[in-house]
């Protein structure tokens, strides 16, 4: 019949092996990806934490990675809804309903989440909950892809606990490399008279006051220092908003970043006025008694080390003649003997 003389044609047959062949190559290509796609999922799976849910919340599958990280064998999960892994305040959330209703819209959720470990003890998680829909728009199943950050979580709240410590401890100001304030905290700013908003965006000279000329220039070195990544300890004076001096004992350090680059100078600083005060108080003092005093000093041998001008006067020795000598040298003979 007609149809049998139009298949056993040569443009029919030929047709339908181009088809075939194209057919085999889409096939080929499509096994090509599946078996990227599969390669690509061991990996993750790998490094990933991969837990997998039905529409409803319940856990269908859950790798090794997850299950260490959470103390549990699988028999332990499957089955299981989502919420078995959440503290009941936080499965009953307005938030958590959300963050489901979202995902039943197709939406991923992705975050840092944080569940229960088997113990009770909480887990933090970063990744996001991809959302894998059918043909007809619906919900099919949740896969998640975590990954552990407990430890860097803990660490971040130790370093937040220990910069709360140095908050209420020291004046804190940050700097960039050329000595401009980014921020600086509340004890800082006290003594000095100024609030934050005042000093940030000015140089950190600004508190330095009319300072002399060599100041200036030693200042000034110092901060090439450290823009060159030099850690500097020192006593620094800095002159409040009203003109009142304050001493402060500072320690500059230098951030660097990931290519070596000095980025910012954090300066921690405690004031010392009232010690720099009654250091000059015990200075005063001791020159006045030095004037109308014979004063010498001897080391623990009584080897002399110092005569005041009184003291050399009364013994007519010269200062030179006496410094160096032994206590021995105003003894009587018979004493020395």
Known sequence: DSVTQIANTPDFIKGVLNQIA???????????????????????????????????????????NALKALG????????????????????????????????????????????????????SMQGYYAAIIDQNGALRKVVSYLTDISSMSNNLQNLQSE???LNVSFGIVHCDANGKILECNTIFCEPLGYTQQELVGQHISKVLGKA????VGEYKAMWVKLANGEQIKRQIKRVAKNGDEFWFQGT????KNSEGKVQKVVVYSVCI??????????????????KIQGVIEFDLKGNILAVNENFAKVTGYDEKEIVGQHHSMFAPPEVKG
Not at 50 to 60: L, P, S
Not at 273 to 290: C, F, H, M, P, W
């Open 22 to 64: 194209s057919a085999s190559q889409s096939y080929q290509a499509l096994a090509e990806q599946v078996a990227e796609f599969n390669a690509i999922k061991v990996e993750i799976n790998k490094a990933r934490c991969v837990i997998e849910f039905d529409a409803n919340g319940t856990i269908t599958s859950i790798n090794e």
């Open 72 to 123: 549990y064998s699988s028999s332990e999960l499957l089955t299981q809804h989502h919420k078995a892994l959440l503290s009941r305040a936080e499965s009953t959330s307005t938030e958590y309903q959300a963050f489901w209703d979202n995902l039943r819209k197709g939406e991923t959720q992705s975050g840092t989440f944080k569940m229960l470990n088997k113990n009770g003890k909480p887990v």
């Open 273 to 290: 006025t009232a010690e720099v005060n009654r250091n000059a108080d015990y200075e005063g003092q001791l020159k006045a008694i030095s």
């Open 252 to 255: 500059y350090a230098p951030v």
């Open 163 to 165: 910069d709360d410590a």
């Open 212 to 215: 002399a000329e060599e100041e």
